[in-house]
């Protein structure tokens, strides 16, 4: 028997036994003739005593960082304990030990505050894996992996594989393609979720379907994607809207409450998609505080149900704002005491290329009630007195003004209110708020493709008083079709995404199950009939054999770790991840692959090598 007691295991009340241990060695001190070492496995750390007796076996034997040692010896008590660690009022009097294996010199330190940089712990990320820190991050997935299965089990979900090897359909992100070695000059796609199959499965009859799944998608990795990422991907049949949030919200509660202890008894706030635009500029708003956008000028087929104020800051003559389509502004608690230097510093935050601001206007409404601003030229005290009463700014508040195109501005205000938030301590780790977010618009324009695109995909129903309109081909919500020039430009999808504090962690829709209108989504994708019986015949036929009522949901399963880890990071969260690139760089992946292997796929390469 290799070992009779983990690293982690043994406590006060062992003391006098006899006990076996294997591990590896953290690290060794010498004391006068005695020795004392750290031993590690995936439980924690033991102490051990090698006194004199051992000395020369350790002289013939010398140990060092990262063996593998097994020892045998006695529990005693400790005569400098040590309360940061579970077993640290013992230590293993050693009579004998062997060592199992060596260790090269390991090129980084394993410890929580280790000198490995990114790419070395990378390259040999089997070392940092032992690290503490790493291995709690890995345990909370699994936390969180098994709190899923547990509750979708409860509540009869079946879990079922769907294949990965299928074929290319691209229709959101660019699929990956593997070779067919078999049916020469044809390729595979992996899958960028398993949404037909799960359909499929519904047509089938399997009503409740999870799986907790590797999905692929081969887009540019902007901050935190991998190319493989994980899904917690669900399906239903015979339910509405309500029947997923509530499920899915149940789950999401079951879920703090394992992993982080957290009664979260409150009902998960909900928004429709334009009021989240209108008043935090993005679809997945972070509630967790206010600071809510005051809207001073906006187009109006943007937000056909909003009312106009721009006469707040018209007729002045000041042109930033006249030539503006949108301006807007958030009012920040407590803040009108910053600095000449602290605002400039903000404005040039507001400039950079990812914001793309050409400039910040503020209004600072000071304790004492008098207003300053940067635009104290056009606007009299009362005029700047009422644009800060529409913001909700209280005497203290510093406001900030930005104007520009629509869709631009209300990013930058929305990234501005994130980061001004941020700096007031208003976005706390430890604090976690839902909310859903629902009736997005269906359909959007993909501006580097120059054409319309489903916004979530292409299976998802219109919400249930817009399907008249999309089948009698006769939008009632004119403004929008007429000024996006797109006739279903205001239809809103019966589809929904949970966001948590600031991040969309799932998202699904109710799904099209009928034949004729799933046609009809495809015509108004700009598909013609027979490529879309060539990408989705088999979806079409079977809603051909009774497919009933279904939708469901996919929640990111490794963002959802990484934000109950308190972790920006999803890399932290995944054992092997790739880095910003795509690259293994332990395996050194992607990598060439020989001659033989391309005349077996019948594929002949030209590469431009750079
Ligand atoms: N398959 C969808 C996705 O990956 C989720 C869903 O609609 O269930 O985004």
Known sequence: MYRTHTCGELRKSDIGKEVTLA???????????????????RYGITQLLLGEELNKQLDENPLGREFVLQVKGIVTERSNKNANLPTGDIEIKVTSFSILNKSATPPFTIQDDTDGGDDVRMKYRYLD?????????????????????????????????????????PEGARDFVVPSRMNAGQFYALPQSPQTFKQLLMVSGY??????????????????????????????????QEDILNMFEGMIKYIFKQVKGIDYTEKVERMSWEDAMWHYGND??????????????????????????????????FKVFDDAETVVAIAVPASSEMTRKEIDALTEWVKRPQIGMKGLVYIKYNIDGTLKSSVDKFYHEDKLKKIAEATNANPGDLILILAGAEERTRKAISELRLETGKNKGFRKDDEFKLLWVLDFPLFEYAEDENRWVARHHPFTAP??????????????????????????AGIKANAYDMVLNGNEIGGGSIRIFQRGLQEKM?????????????????????????????????????????????SESIRDFIAFPKN????????????????????????????QKN
């Not at 994980?230 to 239903?236: A, G, K, N, R, S």
């Not at 509630?287 to 009312?307: A, V, Y």
């Open 207 to 240: 009503d409740r379907y999870f799986q907790i799944v590797k999905c692929f998608r081969d887009e540019d990795l902007r901050a935190d994607r991998q190319p493989e990422f994980t899904q917690i991907d669900c399906e239903m049949s015979f339910v509405e």
């Open 284 to 317: 997945k708003p972070d509630i967790r505080f206010g600071m809510k956008i005051c809207n001073l000028k906006f187009p109006s087929h943007t937000f056909p149900h909003q009312q106009n104020i721009s006469s707040l800051i018209n007729d002045v003559n």
């Open 463 to 488: 919400k249930p008083d817009h399907i008249e309109v999309m089948i009698n081909n006769d939008p009632t919500i004119a403004d929008a079709a007429e000024y996006l020039k797109h006739p279903y």
């Open 129 to 169: 894996l032992r690290r503490n820190a790493v291995k709690k991050n890995l345990e909370l997935r699994y936390t969180v992996n098994r709190a899923a299965r547990n509750y979708l089990h409860e509540n009869n979900f079946m879990d079922l594989e769907t294949p990965f090897l299928i074929k290319s359909t």
């Open 522 to 566: 495809f015509d108004a994708l700009g598909m013609t009939k027979e490529e879309a019986l060539h990408k989705f015949g088999f979806l079409l036929g079977a809603f051909e054999y009774g497919a009933p009522p279904h939708g469901g949901i996919a929640f990111g399963f490794d963002r959802l770790c990484s934000i109950l880890g308190g």
């Open 580 to 607: 910003n690139s795509g690259r293994d760089v332990m395996l050194d992946a992607p990598g060439t692959i020989d001659e033989k292997q391309l005349n077996e796929l019948s594929i002949k390469l030209d590469v």
């Open 23 to 41: 591990g590896w060695l953290q690290t060794i001190r010498k004391f006068g003739s005695i020795n004392f070492v750290d031993l590690r496995d």
